[in-house]
């Protein structure tokens, strides 16, 4: 089973939907959790953090279950600037103080006018 | 305040070469990481360095190796490269303090085509 599963998209969606992106991790010991975007040809930059409490920023809300070890990002009233690839990202626990980055295979969203 | 540089931003190299990759940190990190990034898939850890010393390893072989420099630049050596090394590869710095971790930035990346 791999570290960090997405949906496999595409999502192609209209403007002002809502969309709902899933992602499941195996490491229970992760630490941390993220969602990154990446556009095409881009690094990928962060969205935001994501907290067992769940989180809002503006029209984006995280969710973190870790019980479930499932995390979520909703992303409402669309707009064409959101079209991009959405990476979930966790950081395992390491005693050494390494922080890796662990990224999912990222879900790609066109929204459309 | 400045970001994360990268240099190249593109290279073309042939099977067999070597090839080193350079990062700027961006001001104020000491930790660099850098990853690669296949084409269709997220981005894969190479390493990391927290002040010039290599804390952190993924599942790359040796022909891969690094440096972190004292103002916290850093390279990616990759050694008889093959044609999967084709991939962009990412650096990526972040400020590591009393074991509390602040998040990466991502420079541009270096697209790397082996043929």
């Known amino acids: 089973r791999k570290e960090v599963e997405q949906d496999p998209g595409p999502f192609n969606v209209p403007e002002g939907a809502t969309v709902a992106f899933n992602c499941t991790y195996s490491n229970s010991a992760s630490q941390s959790f993220f969602w990154y975007r990446q556009d095409c040809r881009k690094e990928p930059k962060l969205l935001m953090s994501?907290?067992?409490s769940g989180n809002e920023d503006g029209r984006f809300t995280a969710q973190l279950n870790r019980a479930s070890q499932y995390i979520s990002l909703l992303i409402r009233d669309s707009k064409l600037s959101d079209s991009a690839t959405y990476l979930c990202?966790?950081?395992?626990?390491?005693?050494?103080?390494?922080?890796?980055?662990?990224f999912g295979k990222g879900t790609k969203l066109s929204v459309i006018p | 305040e400045t970001g994360v540089t990268q240099s190249p931003t593109h290279l073309i190299k042939t099977r067999g070469q070597q090839v080193t990759l350079r990062c700027s940190s961006q001001?104020?990190?000491?930790?660099v990481s850098w990853y690669q990034q296949a084409l269709g898939q997220g981005p894969q850890f190479i390493f990391q360095y927290y002040r010039e010393e290599e804390n952190g390893r993924g599942n790359f072989p040796p022909r891969f190796s690094g440096l972190q420099f004292p103002n916290y630049s850093s390279e990616l050596n990759v050694n008889a490269l093959e044609l999967d090394d084709s991939a962009l590869y990412l650096c990526?710095?972040?400020?590591?303090?009393?074991?509390?971790?602040?998040?990466?930035?991502f420079g541009s990346g270096t697209r790397l085509t082996v043929v």
């Open positions: 994501v907290y067992s």
């Open positions: 001001s104020g990190h000491n930790t």
């Open positions: 990202v966790l950081v395992p626990y390491s005693g050494a103080g390494s922080y890796q980055l662990t």
């Open positions: 990526a710095s972040s400020l590591a303090n009393r074991g509390r971790f602040y998040g990466y930035t």
